[in-house]
C-alpha cells in the first residue's frame, strides 16, 4: 500500500510491447469478420485504423463483455494508432457494419 500512496511502480514481471509496426496493423485488419468491401470502405470514409476498432468491438462482445464496456476498449485499443477517431465515428461505424 505504501508503493502505491507513494505512487511508486511496482514491478509485476510482465512485459508488454507498446511498439506498433504497420505490417501487424495490416495482418490484424485482414483477419476482422468484415468482408474486404466493407473494409476498404470504412479505410475511406474514416481511416484503416477503424478497421482495427472494429474488429476489437466485435471480438469483445463476442468474448462477451457488454457493449460500453466493449466499445471502450475498441477506441482505447487504437488510441496510439490513429488518435483522430472520434466516438461519434465510431459508434456510425458500429451501427453500420456490425
Aim: aromatic share 8%.
Amino acid at each position: 500500500m505504501d508503493n502505491l500512496k507513494r505512487h511508486l511502480e511496482i514491478p509485476t514481471g510482465i512485459q508488454r510491447n507498446v511498439a506498433f509496426c504497420k505490417k501487424d496493423i495490416v495482418k490484424k485488419a485482414e483477419k476482422s469478420d468484415l468482408p474486404e468491401e466493407y473494409q476498404n470502405e470504412i479505410a475511406a470514409k474514416w481511416c484503416p485504423a477503424m478497421n482495427i476498432a472494429l474488429a476489437n468491438y466485435s471480438q469483445a462482445v463476442k468474448n462477451g463483455h457488454d457493449s460500453q464496456r466493449a466499445f471502450d476498449y475498441a477506441l482505447q485499443s487504437i488510441s496510439n494508432i490513429d488518435s483522430s477517431i472520434k466516438e461519434i465515428n465510431l459508434r456510425e461505424a458500429i451501427n453500420t457494419y456490425l
